[in-house]
């Protein structure tokens, strides 16, 4: 079942108002508690799609066992696409839709992981940082590329990490998830140590570079996606 969204009234429709709601925010995270542990529980990967021509984004969370990693749940929410494409304010691009998402899931998310960043951020709140927020669940993101950030080569082999450096400061890490693959980029959300996401990470990446919980979410929400613009083409 696949849940239509609505823009929230209030919401930012520009960059200085989006930047405000980023700096309140961001006083409210919470970066000194471990986390859940890895194979503990349940952990929740959330992804969007866009289609900007017709102004649609899906959004699906697919609730993963940790222990496991079988699929426990999954939800989808389609709507608006709610802001323009600006780099660094995405989350106002993809809140309202994964939001949704999250809400209609049957059963509670646990650990969230987002296709994203959290502290490795310009303004240090991601969209894993900003949904962790809201929502108050642990959140970490898991990024494909290093955004404006640097790290020292890694070792080939798999669990091989560097720190994502914004100067002298460290915003995330970098983590090989298989032997020899590039590495994905691994930044703390919400309520979870660097450490502890790390190890999510390389637990739900035993086969692939990008962890299962992303790489279902990536193929639901594109489903989503094309179920509602067929539709809408249809109509």
């Known amino acids: 079942m696949t849940t239509t969204v609505r823009i929230p009234e209030g919401w930012p429709t520009t960059e200085e108002q989006a930047h405000a709601v980023q700096d309140e925010l961001r006083r409210r995270l919470v970066l000194d508690e471990p986390g859940p542990s890895p194979a503990a529980g349940r952990v929740t990967g959330v992804d969007v799609a866009y289609d900007d021509e017709r102004d649609v ?65 310009p303004r240090r709140f991601g969209l894993a940082s900003h949904l962790g927020v809201l929502t108050g669940l642990p959140t970490i993101g898991v990024a494909k590329n290093p955004f404006t950030f640097t790290h020292a080569d890694l070792a080939p082999a798999r669990g091989s990490s560097a720190p994502l450096l914004a100067g002298d400061e460290e915003v995330g890490r970098a983590l090989r998830t298989q032997q020899g693959v590039k590495p994905v980029y691994v930044s703390v959300g919400h309520r979870v140590l660097l450490d502890t996401a790390c190890a999510h990470v390389l637990r739900l ?31």
Do not use: K, M, N, Q
């Not at 709610?82 to 939001?99: K, Q």
């Open 57 to 121: 984004v899906a959004a699906a969370a697919v609730v993963l066992d940790a222990a496991t990693l079988d699929v426990v749940a999954e939800a989808t929410a389609v709507g608006r696409i709610s802001f323009p494409y600006v780099p660094g304010l995405l989350a106002f691009r993809e809140l309202p839709t994964v939001l949704a998402a999250l809400d209609a899931l049957p059963v509670p998310p646990g650990l969230v992981v987002c296709d994203g960043y959290g502290l490795a951020h």
């Open 205 to 235: 990446s035993p086969r692939y570079r990008l962890p299962e919980t992303t790489r279902l979410a990536d193929s639901l929400c594109r489903r989503a996606l094309r179920e509602a613009t067929a539709g809408a083409a249809d109509a």
